[in-house]
T-cell receptor
Framework: DTEVTQTPKHLVMGMTNKKSLKCEQH?????MYWYKQKAKKPPELMFV???????INESVPSRFSPECPNSSLLNLHLHALQPEDSALYLC???????????????FGSGTRLTVV | DAKTTQPNSMESNEEEPVHLPCNHS???????IHWYRQLPSQGPEYVIH???SNVNNRMASLAIAEDRKSSTLILHRATLRDAAVYYC????????????FGQGTELSVKP
């Protein structure tokens, strides 16, 4: 299995809703990432997990809450989002540790989120 | 963050080679040069990466300048399926291996 699977593919939520995005990989990768991508813009890094621990938070608002329950699974919990949070949310994984610098990332196809 | 500079867009004809340039004058000795591409409505896809030497794989070749301040992604025979945004990225060892995307080059391929 060489894929990163993201669910759901599309999500529409109200500003008072709570929802979660899910990301799964079975490649034995120990680093996992969340990116946010607005239309016609490059992906922006949000969070990095290394060996199931949060290692980087790029000053993301607390209405986005990441979770890494195990080495294969990454969640992004959403609460009280704003319409401007509408975007494509991408998950990625890579080898962990110092060896990670000589490997590429594998990205999922993303969840297209619309906040109404 | 490490900065790369790429042309906003490029055009190519089908079955011809394509050379996508990237400048990274602030590169440090431990930075890896990564290239990804993103097709419409898909996540980015890893293309190739290198440190100092030129690299080849089934998708493309990467030519790295001797001073490492620039690199070129080479698609040997462009196909219509190669139309995408191509990102040149420096992966910094001292920033936990973060992959920070620049603006990228939008490649269009004419039949």
């Amino acid at each position: 299995d060489t894929e990163v699977t993201q669910t759901p593919k599309h999500l529409v939520m109200g500003m008072t809703n709570k929802k979660s995005l899910k990301c799964e990989q079975h490649m034995g990768h120990r680093a996992m990432y969340w990116y946010k991508q607005k239309a016609k813009k490059p992906p922006e890094l949000m969070f990095v997990y290394s060996y199931e621990k949060l290692s980087i938070n790029e000053s993301v608002p607390s209405r986005f809450s990441p979770e890494c329950p195990n080495s294969s699974l990454l969640n992004l919990h959403l609460h009280a989002l704003q319409p401007e949070d509408s975007a494509l949310y991408l998950c990625a994984s890579s080898q962990g540790g110092k060896g990670a610098f000589d490997y590429g990332y594998t990205f999922g196809s993303g969840t297209r989120l619309t906040v109404v | 963050d490490a900065k790369t500079t790429q042309p906003n867009s490029m055009e190519s004809n089908e079955e011809e080679p394509v050379h996508l340039p990237c400048n990274h004058s602030t590169i440090s000795g431990t930075d890896y040069i990564h290239w990804y591409r993103q097709l419409p409505s898909q996540g980015p896809e890893y293309v190739i990466h290198g440190l100092t030497s030129n690299v080849n794989n089934r998708m493309a070749s990467l030519a790295i300048a001797e001073d490492r301040k620039s690199s070129t992604l080479i698609l040997h025979r462009a196909t219509l399926r190669d139309a995408a945004v191509y990102y040149c990225i420096l992966k910094r060892y001292n920033q936990g291996g973060k992959l920070i995307f620049g603006q990228g080059t939008e490649l269009s391929v004419k039949p």
